[in-house]
């Protein structure tokens, strides 16, 4: 059996049906020298049945662990990969026909040590999926650091989409974290190490998000926390776009603070986020066509800049 360049490495917890989803998308790849690592992070909703469905179409493992959080089950996988480069995706994610294509041929180009790729919304997700995908990488909520070479410091490939060579492996160990912001701590010592990290812009992946606002929220408010975590083990990285959802949370009182000093202070203060929210309705109009997805944006930008300013603050104040 021919050694594999690529080791696909998918940490899963209770989700056996998006990983069919993304297993079926895997099976269409253009370059196809890739092996495929499940790793059940303790799940009680299994998806051994699934993966074997696929055995006799991609070259797949499956090993189940306690659960221990994505980090530590990225790293059992890393253990058993054979490929010459690493590659995670979360179980949420569906594959594009020419990802690996795309990445070979870059790595045949430019040399490097690492990567990450943005993430989409397919055109079948529901129209909050979409919105939330929006509101991720929307230079209005996240300055656009995610998915963009020029943001905030160097970039950081996000584990939803990052490849690291075997080299990176073995110098870094892999994750150190179990869980919130995991894939930053880790890129940061890639960079720290002097690895070549860089951004491939068209080898995005199609990233569903959650189903309701509620989770959404659960979700942003761990990478609020992660941050401060990412913070206290490498001081300097937090950085001022860090904080604007936790000022973003703070200036929305300014009204009702100013309401007793100035009521014309306070309705400037109060049309200052009418605005911001029309202007994120308008800009998600522009990008998706849809009506629909561009109404969802707005409680979507809401819950997820209040959702990350939460867990931010309270991480902050918090010595764990």
Sequence with gaps: MHHPKYSVIIPVYNRPEEVN??????????????????????????????????RDKLKIEYVFKQNSGPGPSRNVGYAMAKGDYFVVFDSDCIIPPDYFTIVDAELNRNKFDAWGGPDRAHEHFTPLQRAMAFTMSSVLTTGGIRGKKNGVGKFQPRSFNMGISRAVYEKTQGFSFNRLAEDIELSIRMRKLGFNVVLLAEAFVYHKRRTTLGQFRKQVSSFGKGRIQVGRAHPGEVKVTHWFPALFLIGMFTPLVLLPISLPLALIALCGYILYFMAIFADAYRVNKSLQVALLSIPSAFVQ?????SGFLRQLFTKD
């Excluded at 297993?23 to 890739?34: A, D, E, I, M, V």
């Excluded at 800049?305 to 300013?309: F, M, R, S, V």
């Design 21 to 54: 989803e993304l297993l079926q998308s895997l099976t269409t790849q253009t370059f196809t020298n890739f092996e495929v690592i499940i790793v059940e992070d303790g799940s009680t909703n299994l998806c051994r049945d699934v993966v074997d469905g696929f």
């Design 305 to 309: 800049l209040t959702g990350y300013g």
